[in-house]
């Protein structure tokens, strides 16, 4: 009842919202301009006040209403101007589910990246990532500057009761302050029993500048709720041609087997057997400049400028994340048949729990030594980072000081973009992790394009859940007098101790060649690992003892077959050196045969397939009850291509899109069904035939 009163709460403070008009815009960068320029001026791409070019110009009344002109947005710790994204013929750029990752057969169960991805970041990582892509995080928030206000609702329904939900609206109150809210939740009780998530997000983001330019206050708030239900995947040797109806509900499952159906409401959800993670995070970021003043002189008015110089930035970030899996209805025979977890026949409860907190005070100055170049700037800083960890049995608590630089150019002349950074801790239990990253983009002749090469490395403590014990004495079961030295784990977790690991150490060099005109894209990446850390069972980690690299190219390219048929091709190459503990297929690819175009002055459609393979490889297993992927090199995974057929179209600010999901699982073994299921890890089938119908709609007030 609590969330559904929030729930009414956000939907009526977006509609009395929109009836508020925005003023004026600003510019998103580093620095924000604010005042109405006149006619013959406007902003470039770095916020500079520019004469319009009138050269091969036509007449041309300006719509209020055009969202390109009015809508701008920037990512958390970026300045590149972003524009609303209009395209249809993809679904998964608004889908929270890239096509790059699968999932453990539902919508909102972990999900694992087929590319490979390793952890690049120092310092602390409570090293809980299967559920990474359902959360709101401060790098994927929008931080929009608008001149009207702005909504967007979302709603998608699936088979089996699946469902998505979010709202979001921005507006500027003033010229110079800017908020935004973002709701989402997502439901579904999934195919197979025991296997239904609910999960809801939340974010509330402001923007303010002072009227004389010199002060600005960012404002993040964030909240986060996982549920998902574990069933440990089906038994071995299920049969599904034998299941009632080829209902996969039917199928016997590992964890939680007797409960009965799962509920198939969106705003909430009860789980008996499964995880719960909860996070809640603050940020505020304000800052005071330092710089020149100027004006702008006009027939009859003046324009006041101001260009910053010297920047003096703090960055207050609180985050409180609840790790948990809990079981009910314990079955002690599938624990110790399954997963080799003994738990006594008379146990009603099995539950482990992790919970941190963190609190971190960054202090940053920043120099911009161009004034008319605002995305050219060096910036130091220094940050206090205080951790509390408690789990079952210990409170753990972390003090760490870290300092950092960074630089970034994109040059005056646009041709050529530089981003350096680095980050070092120098006291505290992270002493020594670090984080270096940079990159040189240069333009290619007549901005046909762009070049892109850079370089990173990371050398990192293993995550808490992998490596952080204690010794303990406990007494000799053969002699009671007898005390023994015992390796236990921190995290309340059930995890098997091994010894203290090394830290990590990843290289990671990389090159992008994007063409747009040619509708070519190429990368490469190679990775060096050392010390590579991993779950090589259930229960315990393990470390690479020596050296091993991956390879992994990408194409992506759209080819014009006609006048209305276009085919995209993407592909995914990845290949191992040495001993590496990591399985990847070979190659990972979807093609899309569209009929496209624009019809009836306002209708854009865009219908097809969608196929997407991998090759065969042994894909990671999964274990529910410490919620990781682990290392497996027993079970090979033989899937036939995932079939799609879509209907996307666009009317207006109004976009549809119906999908026919996983054709291929047709079976005539049995009658007529759609049970020839493939499999996403071991024990884990996928969904069957799925219908998707979704709306996306914008509107500008």
């Known amino acids: 009842m609590r969330l559904l009163n929030r729930i009414y709460f956000l939907v009526l403070l977006c509609v009395c919202c929109t009836v508020v008009h925005a003023?004026?815009?600003?510019?998103?960068?580093?620095?924000?301009?604010?005042?109405?320029?006149?006619?013959?001026?406007?902003?470039?791409?770095r916020g500079n006040i520019i004469r319009k070019d009138s050269s091969n110009q036509t007449l041309k009344h300006r719509d209020q209403y055009e969202d390109s002109i009015t809508i701008s947005f920037h990512y958390w710790d970026s300045t590149r101007i972003n524009k609303l994204d209009s395209s249809i013929n993809d679904f998964y750029t608004r889908f929270p589910v890239p096509w790059t990752y699968h999932d453990l057969g539902n919508f909102g169960t972990a999900a694992e990246s087929f590319i490979f991805q390793?952890?690049?970041?120092?310092?602390?990582?409570?090293?809980?990532?299967?559920?990474?892509?359902?959360?709101?995080?401060?790098?994927?928030?929008?931080?929009?500057?608008?001149?009207?206000?702005?909504?967007?609702?979302?709603?998608?329904?699936?088979?089996?009761?699946?469902?998505?939900?979010?709202?979001?609206?921005?507006?500027?109150?003033?010229?110079?302050?800017?908020?935004?809210?973002?709701?989402?939740?997502?439901?579904?009780?999934?195919?197979?029993?025991?296997?239904?998530?609910?999960?809801?997000?939340?974010?509330?983001?402001?923007?303010?500048?002072?009227?004389?330019?010199?002060?600005?206050?960012?404002?993040?708030?964030?909240?986060?709720?996982?549920?998902?239900?574990?069933?440990?995947?089906?038994?071995?040797?299920?049969?599904?041609?034998?299941?009632?109806?080829?209902?996969?509900?039917?199928?016997?499952?590992?964890?939680?087997?007797?409960?009965?159906p799962a509920p198939r409401s969106i705003f909430g959800s009860t789980i008996a057997t499964g995880i719960q993670y909860k996070e809640l995070s603050f940020i505020m970021r304000h800052s005071y400049d330092f710089g020149q003043k100027d004006s702008l002189v006009t027939d009859s008015v003046t324009y006041k400028l101001f260009y910053p110089r010297i920047r003096m930035q703090?960055?207050?970030?609180?985050?409180?994340?609840?790790?948990?899996?809990?079981?009910?209805?314990?079955?002690?025979?599938?624990?110790?048949?399954?997963?080799?977890?003994?738990?006594?026949?008379?146990?009603d409860t099995v539950k482990f729990n992790d919970t941190w907190q963190s609190v971190t005070n960054e202090f940053a100055l920043i120099s911009y030594p161009q004034k008319n170049n605002l995305n050219q700037f060096l910036k130091l800083d220094a940050g206090l980072e205080l951790l509390k960890g408690e789990t079952q049995s210990f409170t753990t608590t972390y003090n760490n000081v870290y300092v950092g630089a960074e630089y970034r150019n994109r040059t005056h002349n646009q041709l050529y973009d530089i981003e350096a950074s680095g980050k070092l801790y120098v006291t505290g239990h992270y002493l020594g992790d670090y984080a270096a990253y940079i990159s040189f983009k240069r333009s290619l002749r007549n901005n046909v394009g762009s070049l892109q090469l850079g370089f990173q490395n990371t050398s990192r403590t293993p995550s808490f859940i992998q490596n952080e014990?204690?010794?303990?004495?406990?007494?000799?079961?053969?002699?009671?007098?007898?005390?023994?030295?015992?390796?236990?784990?921190?995290?309340?977790?059930?995890?098997?101790?091994?010894?203290?690991?090394?830290?990590?150490?990843?290289?990671?060099?990389?090159?992008?060649?994007?063409?747009?005109?040619?509708?070519?894209?190429?990368?490469?990446?190679?990775?060096?690992?050392?010390?590579?850390?991993?779950?090589?069972?259930?229960?315990?980690?393990?470390?690479?003892?020596?050296?091993?690299?991956?390879?992994?190219?990408?194409?992506?390219?759209?080819?014009?077959?006609?006048?209305?048929?276009?085919?995209y091709l993407e592909g995914h190459l990845q290949q191992t050196a040495g001993n590496a503990p990591v399985n990847l297929p070979l190659v990972f690819a979807r093609s899309r045969f569209a009929f496209e175009g624009n019809f009836f002055k306002n209708l854009v459609l865009s219908t097809g397939l969608e196929v997407i393979y991998n090759t065969p490889y042994k894909a990671d297993g999964y274990s529910p009850l410490t919620g990781q992927f682990v290392y497996q090199d027993t079970s090979t995974i033989h899937n036939l291509p995932n079939i799609n057929y879509y209907f996307n179209f666009r009317i207006k600010s109004f976009k549809g899109f119906i999908r026919l999901e996983n054709l291929n699982t047709i079976s005539f073994t049995n009658g007529f069904s759609f049970n020839n299921y493939n499999y996403s890890a071991p024990g884990y089938p996928t969904r069957g035939f799925w219908l998707r119908l979704g709306i996306w709609w914008s509107f500008v007030n």
């Open 469 to 567: 014990y204690f010794t303990d004495s406990v007494i000799n079961k053969n002699d009671a007098t007898d005390f023994v030295l015992v390796q236990r784990a921190r995290t309340s977790y059930p995890i098997t101790p091994n010894g203290n690991l090394n830290k990590e150490n990843t290289a990671r060099l990389f090159a992008e060649i994007d063409v747009p005109p040619a509708a070519l894209k190429l990368s490469a990446e190679y990775y060096i690992l050392t010390n590579y850390t991993y779950f090589k069972d259930m229960y315990t980690p393990a470390q690479t003892s020596s050296l091993f690299n991956v390879l992994h190219i990408y194409a992506e390219k759209k080819m014009r077959v006609s006048k209305f048929f276009n085919w």
């Open 314 to 347: 703090h960055t207050f970030q609180y985050s409180k994340n609840s790790y948990e899996f809990h079981d009910y209805l314990p079955d002690d025979s599938d624990y110790n048949k399954y997963f080799n977890y003994n738990i006594s026949p008379n146990q």
């Open 118 to 260: 390793p952890n690049m970041k120092a310092g602390f990582d409570a090293g809980f990532h299967a559920f990474d892509i359902y959360r709101y995080t401060p790098e994927n928030t929008r931080f929009f500057q608008t001149t009207r206000p702005y909504s967007e609702t979302v709603y998608l329904l699936g088979s089996r009761a699946e469902q998505l939900i979010n709202l979001f609206h921005t507006q500027n109150r003033k010229s110079n302050f800017n908020f935004g809210l973002d709701f989402k939740v997502l439901s579904s009780p999934g195919a197979y029993r025991n296997q239904s998530t609910n999960t809801s997000n939340g974010r509330i983001n402001s923007f303010y500048q002072s009227d004389n330019k010199r002060y600005t206050n960012a404002i993040l708030f964030i909240t986060n709720k996982i549920l998902a239900s574990e069933n440990g995947g089906v038994k071995p040797n299920q049969n599904f041609d034998s299941l009632a109806f080829n209902d996969p509900s039917g199928a016997d499952i590992k964890l939680g087997n007797d409960l009965g």
């Open 23 to 45: 003023q004026y815009p600003q510019n998103s960068t580093n620095q924000s301009y604010n005042d109405t320029l006149p006619n013959g001026y406007d902003y470039d791409s």
